[in-house]
């Protein structure tokens, strides 16, 4: 009777036991992308002001060689995204609850800036972090505003902005966040509206495709869309091949505005 050696016996349970986790982590990634293209939004504001949700964001704006405005956007679209996408927020996981709350009531987003010992503070609270060509942002769990952290509670929520600067033309692996230079956002304000768009975008692909986005680290481009290409990016949405945001109007803009057009990745 022959038997099979020790070590191929030991590959072989390898195999099948990373085999069961691949289809473990596919099958919780296809819930937690279930949930997110379900959209969100359907209740409204509870009746007690500290109880309304939100998702809380911090960029990181050091006061000496701050990074580019459309990088940094792109980290904290990139960030939120992966909130809403990380195991963590799916069934059982430790953010679930506090994910569900805010993402099944009016969805929120708070952008506030920090450097220096702040910034490195509010890495250690509950969120995920994206770098992208030097920039970097931290989207957080959402939770009721008058429960924020006060190492996030604390930091500026406006008074300083980035430039707009020219990056070169994105690369067609990853979506690209047009946003409506027409409105004039401020980097915060723009930050929460991409941080929506990547939402609304993982949720409108295929579970397939958001997966392999995921693999990526949600990697995206932002862009600044002028009159021209807005029209055409507007054409997009109407013909169902790209997402629109369209802003509540508490800051900023005027209700129903079309701050941000995202359009998958073209290869």
């Known amino acids: 009777m022959s038997s099979a050696e020790p070590g191929s016996v030991e590959t072989e349970a390898d195999s099948r036991d ?4 691949f289809a473990r982590r596919g099958a919780q990634f296809a819930l937690l992308h279930a949930e997110l293209a ?7 504001d509870p009746d007690d002001p500290a109880m309304v949700q ?3 964001m911090v960029l990181h704006i050091p006061k000496v060689d701050p990074p580019a405005r459309s990088a940094l ?10 909130v809403c996408l990380d195991p963590r927020s799916g069934p059982g996981g430790e953010w679930e609850s506090r994910y569900l709350a805010w993402k099944r009531s009016r969805i929120r987003k708070v952008a506030r800036r920090a450097r220096g010992a702040q910034w490195v503070a509010a890495t250690e609270v509950d969120g995920v972090t994206v770098a992208v060509d030097g920039a970097q942002a931290r989207a957080f769990v959402p939770g009721p505003v008058g ?29 690209v966040l047009w946003v409506n230079s027409g409105l004039e956002m401020s980097v915060g304000k723009a930050a929460a509206q991409v941080g929506h768009a ?11 495709v958001a997966a392999a986005w995921a693999e990526r680290e949600f990697r995206c ?17 109407t013909a169902g091949r790209a997402v629109a945001v369209r802003d509540a109007g508490f800051t900023e803009v005027a209700p129903g505005s079309m701050t941000v057009i995202a359009v998958p990745a073209q290869s």
């Open 147 to 175: 429960e924020i952290d006060q190492r996030i509670r604390r930091l500026q929520i406006g008074g300083t902005d980035l430039a707009h600067d020219e990056p070169p033309e994105p690369d067609p692996r990853c979506p």
């Open 54 to 56: 939100a998702m809380q």
């Open 38 to 44: 379900r959209g969100y939004g359907g209740s409204g």
């Open 221 to 237: 481009a932002v862009r600044d869309a002028d009159d021209k290409q807005w029209a055409r990016l507007s054409a997009e949405v």
């Open 73 to 82: 956007l792109a980290a904290a679209a990139s960030a939120a995204v992966a």
């Open 18 to 21: 990373e085999a069961a986790e």
């Open 198 to 208: 990547s939402m609304l975008l993982a949720g409108a692909l295929p579970v397939a």
